[in-house]
C-alpha cells in the first residue's frame, strides 16, 4: 500500500514537472484590426534565457486546435512559439465557404503582409525570443502567409512550408528575403499543381534562394492535419491526413531548426 | 614535463580507442568476375551484435578513395558498410572517357544487376548484419546501381540515391521492391534533367512506391564529392561539389536511417 502511494505521488509529481507549457492568448492589432494570437513555451526549457522564436500561420481554418496543437509541440521542442491571428478577433470556422472567405479577405492584399509582421512584431515583443533566431512555419494557406513575411525581408532564418499554397517570389523578394526555406509537399497534392510547383521552383532558382523541396509520396493536401479527413468527408476535395508522412515532415522541420539555429553543429 | 607526458599518453591512448574502424578489401564474384570491395565497420560499436547493412554503390570512377571514405563514415555511424565493385578488379579511374566505357559495360545490362546482388549477397556473407535492416546507397551511377537492386526485390528497408541517375520503375519492379527511397537532387542538376525527374517520379506515384523526393538549390551533379570540382577542372561539366548541401543530404541520409531501421523511435 504505501510503494502504491508512493508510486503514485511521484507520477503526480512527475506530472507536475512535465506540466509547464505555458499559454497565452494575446491581444494584439494591425492597422485598425483587433487580432487574438496564441502564444505558448516551456519556461523549464526554455529558463530565464531567451529561445528561438518561431511563428505559426494557420491554415485557413484560423487559429484552430490543430494550430494550437502545433504551438503547444513547438513549445515542447524548447521554442517560444507563436500563432498569428490573420482574421481578427481570433476568428476560426470549419465552414470551407467561410474559410474561402475570409481567407480570400486577406489573400494577396496589404493586410496579409501586414497581419504577417504584426505577428513578427508581437513575438518580439514578448521579451521571450532571441531576435537572432527567429523562424516562420505555415500549413496550407498560413504557408503562403510565411513566405509573404519571409519576402518583406524581416530577419527569420528559416521558413518551413507545410503543404502551402506557394507564392513566386518577385525579383524584389528575392532581394530582400533572409530566410533558408523548407517546402514541404504532398507528391499527390491537388490544390498545389504541377504548374505552381513550376513556377515557384523556378522563382527560387532565379532568385538564388537557399531552399530544399521535399516531396512526399501518396500524400495530398493537408497532409499535417488529422481534422483533414472529417474536412473532406464533409465535401472538402483534395485534402486528407498522412501520419506517417506528418511525423517525417515535423522531423525533417527539427533537423532544418538544428540547421539554422546552430549552424556550428551541421556535421558530416 | 610529467604532466605533458600523462597528456600526451593520454592522447595516444584515447587515438588507440577511438580507431576502431576495421577495414577489408573483400574478394567476391559475380559469375566469371573477380570483384574487389571495400568493408567497414566499427567494432567498438557494433560489439558482438548485428548492426544493419548498408551497401555503398559507387560513382562511375568505381570505389575511390571518396566512395571509401563514405563507407568509413557510415562505419563510424555503426552500420556495416560495404562499398560494391561494379567493374571487377577493383577497377578505378579519374579520366571521364574510361569511366563512361566502364559504367556503359554495365550500365542496363543484367550485370548491373548480377553485381549489386553479388555485393549485397557478400554483405550478408560476412555474418556481421541484421539481414532484416538492410540498406543500399548510392552516388551517381551508383544511385541507379541502389534502384535497380531494390527494383530486383532483395529485402532492403531503404534505399538512398544521392544525385543518382533515376531509373523509373517498370510495374514489375514495383511489385517486387520492399524499400523505401529517399532520392537527394541537385535542383540545377544538368546530367539529371527535368524531363527524366518527372518520367521517374512518374514511375514512382504509378508504382505506389514509399519515396520522398528532396530537391537542393543551387547544388548540379556529384554535389557529394570534394573531387568534383578537380574532375570539372579537367573538363567535365555539370559537377561540381557542394559542402553545405553535402552536409545536408548526409544528416537526411541519416534521419532517414533512424525511421527505416527503428520504427518504433518515429515519433511526432
Redesign the interface.
Known sequence: MKSLCLALFGAALLTQVQATVVTKTISYRQGDTELRGYLAYDDSLTGDKKAPGVLVFPEWWGVSDFVKGRTE?LAKLGYVAFAADMYGDGQTTTDPKKAKELAGAVAGKPSMGERAQAAYDQLIKTGLVDESKMAAIGFCFGGACSQILAYSGVPLKGMVSFHGALVPASVEAAKKNQAK?LILQG??DPLVPEAARTAF?KS??DG???????????AIHAFMNPDADKARANGLEGVGYNPEV???A???MQ?FFK?IFNPSS???
Chains 1, 2 share one sequence.
Not at 208 to 218: A, E, H, N, P, V
Open positions: 509541440a526555406f507528391a499527390l521552383l527560387m532558382d538564388k534562394f537557399d531552399y530544399q523541396f521535399l516531396s512526399y509520396s501518396g506528418a511525423a517525417r515535423w522531423a525533417q533537423l540547421e551541421q556535421g558530416t
